[in-house]
């Protein structure tokens, strides 16, 4: 297992929370790389390439093997249906999907009631399984706005302890689903690098099950 591995990884919670299952897992990381500003930082006695990219961009990265694997959230996973294989999760940054909207809400009669997002594929498949058909609008940042100003009257989003919510003097309406990180891998980069890969699975694996005990 002479060859580097190359790994997409977002910055932010994830970052520092699969950074840390990889020092655990036995992974030398140098000690500059968390505070690192670089795009793309080398762990040499790892022997890892780490690409710090928008959590959105990770799997796209990795679909076109640009990156052999990749840590994205399972949100970031439904929404971009990259073809990619999804070999473990991580069970990190756990937070969850779910609609809401301000606590007068009421659902109306209206043809296509608005729902902004920035998971408008998550939000359409979601609605479409309710039997309700809506209008999404995406946004890309600071959802919780479209309630308040008449863009929309409900969003979904990411709720992890919902004081955003409560602080915008929202309310959560309906859960959709949990979420956690997982690692993903690169189709050829499965077949080409099987041992590096199946060896950083088996040893992520050992400290996600000793920590669930």
């Known amino acids: ?62 679909e076109h093997g640009v990156a052999d694997v990749g840590v994205a959230g399972k949100d970031t996973m439904l929404e971009e249906e990259r073809d990619v294989y999804e070999v473990l999760d991580l069970k990190i940054s756990e937070c969850y999907l779910a609609v809401a909207g301000l606590p007068t809400y009421e659902k109306q009669n209206e043809i296509a009631p608005k729902v902004a997002s920035k998971y408008p594929n998550v939000a359409i498949r979601y609605f479409k399984e309710q039997g309700e058909q809506v209008e999404v609008i995406k946004l890309n940042g600071s959802i919780e706005l479209a309630p308040l100003v008449g863009l929309a009257d409900r969003i979904v989003d990411i709720v992890s302890t919902g004081r955003t919510l409560k602080e ?32 950083l699975v088996e040893r992520l694996a050992k400290v996600i099950e000793g920590e669930d005990e």
């Open 168 to 199: 915008n003097g929202l309310v959560e309406l309906e859960k959709i689903m949990d979420i956690t990180s997982r690692l993903i891998v690169n189709p050829v980069s499965y077949r080409m690098k099987d041992e590096w890969i199946d060896d």
């Open 1 to 62: 297992m002479s060859e580097w591995l190359t790994v997409a990884m977002p910055k932010g919670r994830i970052f520092e929370e699969a950074a840390d299952l990889l020092r655990k897992a036995g992974y030398a990381l140098p000690a500059e790389f968390d505070d690192s500003r670089k795009l793309i930082v080398d762990a040499p006695d790892a022997k890892m390439r780490f690409i710090l990219a928008k959590p959105m961009d990770v799997p796209t990265y990795v």
